[in-house]
């Protein structure tokens, strides 16, 4: 199965701030998807990130808010620009691959995002 | 209408007691379906995927698919402490393509 390295795994910004987190996966993979997931909710759906093309974003997420970068197979940034209190959360990213027996998607460990 | 419901429980079985765990979606096109495990500050973990009606076993869970009534659970056998989590449920929906829908989670805890 696909392992993926997130980073950092957690991080306290200043309001009015920008956080970039990185994703890094060991083999090569068509779509990253990036996902938030706010204290005590399920998990939402940022953007999918194809390598050579716009990120495709979900009702609600704008670029301008959550740039994403996929600059080869293997690697994603997201970056969460002026930060405000209501943006912290869990950020995720995820890929298909095969996990314990079934195919599906496979989680990076996650950012956990404080803004102060 | 949610396009995945779940019960947020908590959902409290006795060890050694088989787990129930359901689902239900809105879109009657959903082809895949997934159940995932998030122990608290992890991230999801894959258990299972399904994607036609009847039953998938692998060790012991069950995944139960009924796409007619637009459900599907996971069974946990023998339950463990270990599987204290929260159970995400996940689908894809028609013209979604390869994007996961997840639904708010059920809670469990098994209890010595």
């Known amino acids: 199965s696909a392992v993926i390295s997130q980073k950092p795994s957690r991080d306290i910004c200043q309001r009015g701030t920008s956080l970039t987190i990185q994703c890094q996966v060991d083999?090569?993979?068509?779509?990253m998807f990036w996902y938030r997931q706010q204290p005590g909710q399920s998990l939402t759906l940022i953007a999918t990130?194809?390598?050579?093309?716009?990120?495709?974003?979900e009702s609600g997420f704008v670029i301008d808010k959550f740039p994403i970068s996929r600059p080869n197979l293997t690697f994603s940034t997201l970056t969460v620009s002026n930060m405000s209190p209501e943006d912290s959360s869990i950020y995720l990213c995820s890929v298909e691959g095969q996990g314990s027996g079934s195919y599906g998607y496979t989680f990076g460990s996650g950012t956990r995002l404080t803004v102060v | 209408q949610k396009e995945v419901e779940q019960n947020s429980g908590p959902l409290s079985v006795p060890e050694g007691a088989i787990a129930s765990l359901n689902c239900t979606y809105s879109?009657?096109?959903?082809?895949?379906f997934f159940w995932y495990r998030q122990y608290s500050g992890k991230s999801p973990e894959l258990i299972m995927s399904?994607?036609?009606?009847g039953d998938k076993e692998d060790g012991r869970f069950t995944a139960q698919l009924n796409k007619a009534s637009q459900y599907v659970s996971l069974l946990i056998r023998d339950s463990q402490p270990s599987d204290s989590a929260t159970y995400l449920c996940?689908?894809?929906?028609?013209?979604?393509?390869?994007?996961?829908?997840f639904g708010t989670g059920t809670q469990l805890k098994v209890e010595l």
């Open positions: 990130a194809n390598q050579g093309s716009e990120a495709t974003y």
């Open positions: 996940a689908v894809t929906l028609t013209g979604g393509g390869n994007k996961l829908t």
């Open positions: 879109d009657r096109g959903s082809q895949s």
């Open positions: 399904i994607y036609s009606n």
């Open positions: 083999s090569q993979v068509t779509m």
